[in-house]
């Protein structure tokens, strides 16, 4: 049931007030010392916002896109990013919609309670980035068991994950008729895995905690497969609008905040004896990229709103995506031209918002792939693969 436009703005109230307790100075440090934010994590999970989408009769909140982008939208509106645990509330959808029902009540209430922490979601490969199909581990099924061997890049916060959603192929690649079937998902225990699994961390331009997987002999049982053998490719991609509408609710949430730092700057700032926001170089850009933030937002909750009542959203997904990554990234450069030299000293903030909101154009999908899906798949242009 959808909630009231009041419920909504209580929810947004109370995700404002928990983040109100980690201020600037929180996730400063936890930048500068490449920290994961484990207090703040808590906090979210004590609140029960990372168990939005979970539906009741599992534990969870049972709440919509809607919501759970609301929520996303004002983690990043403050100081905090959502990058930290946003997969804890979404990565499950592929649990949800294809797991078995013994499957479903085995995990779902743990992850609820955050007693189990399902962040990582293991796809992409060195030789198959924006190419999915050609992903190559390997899954190979022996009696009761699966080997995997192969490699993944990339993958956020198995270090900080309890379970990981893997893609691996089942069937070689020259041997499908159908080349996005052969790939099939798992839901793999990390705790059990053993020594052949090496979780190697990878630096990256802003504290992000990425890593790169290598598996060796991993044996996980049968039953971690998710559906059918040879489906995998169809599942993830049933819950990449879900990940889009939330990425894109929080480069929004990141836009909102270089708008109102910037023009809070700038109204106060004074050079040859005035506020620099009085001048128009100042003035428009922020008011530009306010503009394009607030557009980029009616697109996302357009894409939420077909999403909750189960509509086709793939367009509006992707354009939320598209737009609200774009609309952070000039609210970004806006900000930082406002605040002169001090938007390079970290003391500002303005730079680590920088650096992190840059990623929303790249990842989970670069805007050059959305582009062509929207060229290809919603315009019937040719298509370039
Ligand atoms: C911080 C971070 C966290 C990440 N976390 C995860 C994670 O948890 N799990 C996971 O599986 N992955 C993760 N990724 C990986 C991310 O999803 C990939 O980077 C992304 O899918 C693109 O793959 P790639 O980097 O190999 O780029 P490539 O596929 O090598 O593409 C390189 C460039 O070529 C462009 N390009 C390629 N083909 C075309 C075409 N036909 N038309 C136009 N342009 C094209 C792309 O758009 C891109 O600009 C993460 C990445 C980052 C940076």
């Known amino acids: 049931m959808a909630l009231s436009a009041e419920e909504r703005e209580a929810i947004r109230d109370s995700v404002r007030k928990i983040c109100a307790e980690f201020p600037d100075g929180y996730w400063r440090e936890i930048d500068r010392t490449s920290a994961y ?13 990372l168990a939005a989408l979970i539906p009741e009769e599992y534990g969870g909140a049972g709440l919509g896109m809607t919501e759970a982008a609301i929520i996303l939208e004002e983690i990043n509106r403050s100081p905090g990013n959502g990058l930290a645990c946003h997969a804890q509330m979404y990565t499950m959808g592929t649990l949800l919609r294809h797991g078995s029902e013994a499957q ?9 309670t955050g007693e189990l922490r399902l962040q990582a979601f293991a796809v992409t490969e060195p030789d198959a980035g924006s190419e999915t199909t ?7 099924r022996r009696g009761d068991r699966y080997v995997i061997n192969g490699q993944k890049i990339f993958i956020s916060r198995a270090k900080q994950s309890d379970l990981m959603l893997l893609l691996a192929r ?6 499908l008729k ?20 090496e979780i190697k961390p990878l630096e990256m331009m802003f504290n992000h905690h990425t890593n790169i997987l290598f598996f060796e002999d991993v044996e996980i049982p049968a039953e971690c497969l998710i559906g059918e053998e040879g489906k995998g490719f169809r599942y993830i991609i049933d819950g990449w609008n879900a990940e889009r509408i939330l990425v894109a609710s929080e480069a929004i949430g990141d ?9 809070n700057y700038a109204g106060e700032r004074v050079v040859f004896g005035k506020p620099i926001g009085a001048n128009q170089g100042v003035q428009f850009p922020i008011a530009r990229s306010y503009a394009h933030v607030r557009a980029a937002a009616l ?15 793939g367009a509006e997904a992707n354009m939320a995506k ?25 003391e500002y903030d303005v730079e680590r918002k920088f650096r992190e909101t840059r990623l929303y154009s790249t990842a989970p999908i670069n805007n050059n792939l959305v582009l062509a899906f929207l060229g290809q798949n919603v315009l019937g242009m040719p298509k370039s693969y």
Do not use: H
């Not at 479903?104 to 609820?112: H, M, S, V």
């Not at 836009?255 to 023009?263: H, K, N, Q």
């Not at 598209?322 to 000039?330: F, N, V």
């Open 37 to 49: 934010p484990q207090a703040f994590v808590d906090a979210l999970t004590k609140s029960g916002y």
């Open 104 to 112: 479903k009540r085995r995990y779902l209430p743990k992850i609820a």
């Open 134 to 140: 050609r992903l190559k581990t390997r899954a190979v």
């Open 170 to 175: 089942t069937t070689p690649y020259d041997e």
């Open 178 to 197: 159908n080349k996005t079937e052969g790939l099939s998902v798992f839901l793999v225990d990390m705790r059990e895995t053993g020594g052949g699994l």
């Open 255 to 263: 836009g909102r905040w270089f708008v109102d730092r910037a023009s």
């Open 299 to 313: 697109m996302r909750d357009d894409a939420a709103a077909k999403f909750d009542r189960g509509e086709k959203c």
């Open 322 to 346: 598209l737009l609200a990554s774009e609309a952070a990234w000039e609210a970004a450069n806006a900000c930082l031209d406002a605040y002169g030299g001090y938007g390079f000293a970290r």
